[in-house]
């Protein structure tokens, strides 16, 4: 039954990894579940409370990351609250187009919101490519973060 478990521990990671690239999956909390199991299935004896609690909170910082990558890159570009919903409800109706629309979304949100809120064009398109870096940027930095979660539990199982 162990060799199973430890299987469907890697499932969990694997698709959590996966699901910090799209949008669609939690990412760092499904990592989080196969860490943890990984860890039950020793019954915590190589990875205790400590390194749990440290992937943790990497995971509150997936979080944090998650909800402000995106809007800081659109608030640095000078972006109205429109813009930001536009993002938002963009990379909602991207996940229906699959990639391209995880691409494509909160950039055509972001510029048809900023489009609506002032009718600058120019100004749009800014707002557009900040949200899309600040989105890129955020992915990078929850993949490091989900990388790191992974690091610490071989870490600690290793020692």
Known sequence: MEPVLWVVAAVLVAVGI??????????????????????????FQKVGWLPLTIIALLVVAAFVVDAAATALGAKRAGASKRALVGAGLGTLVGLLFGLPGLLLGPFVGAVLGEVWA????????????????????????????????????VTAYLL
């Open 18 to 43: 996966a699901g910090t690239l799209l949008p669609a999956l939690p990412g760092a909390p499904l990592v989080f579940a196969g860490l943890l199991l990984g860890a039950w299935i020793d019954r």
């Open 118 to 153: 002032r009718r600058d064009w120019q100004q749009a398109g800014r707002v557009g490519a900040a949200t899309w870096v600040g989105l890129l940027l955020g992915t990078l930095a929850k993949l490091a973060l989900v990388f790191t979660m992974v690091a610490v539990f």
